[in-house]
């Protein structure tokens, strides 16, 4: 499995504020994604990556921008951070071998 | 929204039982997708079944794929109380940059 990580693992925030969150990952590969998850919907995705600095838009990504100068770091901002966005956001990469997606252990963002 | 739907919503039997879990979801898919989630934590890839294939096998895991009704079933065998988790599905459909829309989940519950 891809070594993933997400930081920080726990953030609490103001109205109004910009927030970025981290995705690393440390085998190289070229799909990289963000989802939210809130009860009663699963995961969203917000944004994905082809490849650095090759990205787009998911289902829910308004109030959202992502950036991936390496291949290693995807780079998940809220502009300015509503209570809306308070929920736990991963981020995955999609394996090679099965195809299937590994995630992140997750972010539990909450905005006040 | 592309998401799929789950069914059921939550799922309580007991060790040794089997369980039966159903998706369903709206659109031509290139494969589809079952992940675990235990409280607190991402989601791990379970099992991938192809859009050309109608029943795939892994341990105690049988997944079956209808693409005519757009449905699909992840059944557990001989649940064990570490089963106890929520269960997703997601499918990808074509043309797509690989992500994937995952439904909105069923919680199982196996009781010792």
């Known amino acids: 499995d891809a070594g993933i990580t997400q930081s920080p693992r726990h953030k609490v925030t103001e109205t109004g504020t910009p927030v970025t969150l981290r995705c690393h990952q440390t085998?190289?590969?070229?799909?990289m994604y963000w989802y939210r998850q809130d009860p009663g919907h699963g995961l969203r995705l917000i944004h994905y990556?082809?490849?650095?600095?090759?990205?787009d838009k998911g289902e829910v990504s308004d109030g959202y921008s992502v950036s991936r100068s390496k291949t290693e770091d995807f780079l998940l901002t809220l502009e300015s951070a509503t209570s809306s966005q308070t929920s736990v956001y991963f981020c995955?990469?999609?394996?090679?071998?099965?195809?299937?997606?590994?995630f992140g252990s997750g972010t539990r963002l909450t905005v006040v | 929204s592309q998401q799929g739907e789950e069914d059921p919503q939550a799922l309580s039997i007991q060790e040794g039982e089997n369980a039966t879990m159903n998706c369903s979801y709206k659109t031509s898919i290139n494969n589809l997708q079952w992940y675990r989630q235990n409280s607190g934590r991402g989601l791990v890839h379970l099992i991938l079944i192809r859009s050309n294939e109608r029943e795939k096998h892994s341990g105690r895991l049988r997944v079956t794929l209808d693409t005519s009704k757009k449905s699909s079933s992840l059944l557990i065998t001989a649940s064990r109380a570490a089963d106890t988790a929520s269960y997703f599905c997601?499918?990808?459909?074509?043309?797509?940059?690989?992500?994937?829309?995952f439904g909105s989940g069923t919680q199982l519950t196996v009781l010792p």
């Open positions: 085998e190289n590969h070229r799909y």
């Open positions: 990556s082809y490849g650095v600095k090759d990205t």
């Open positions: 995955a990469i999609r394996e090679s071998t099965n195809y299937g997606y590994t």
């Open positions: 997601a499918h990808q459909i074509p043309g797509s940059a690989r992500q994937l829309t």
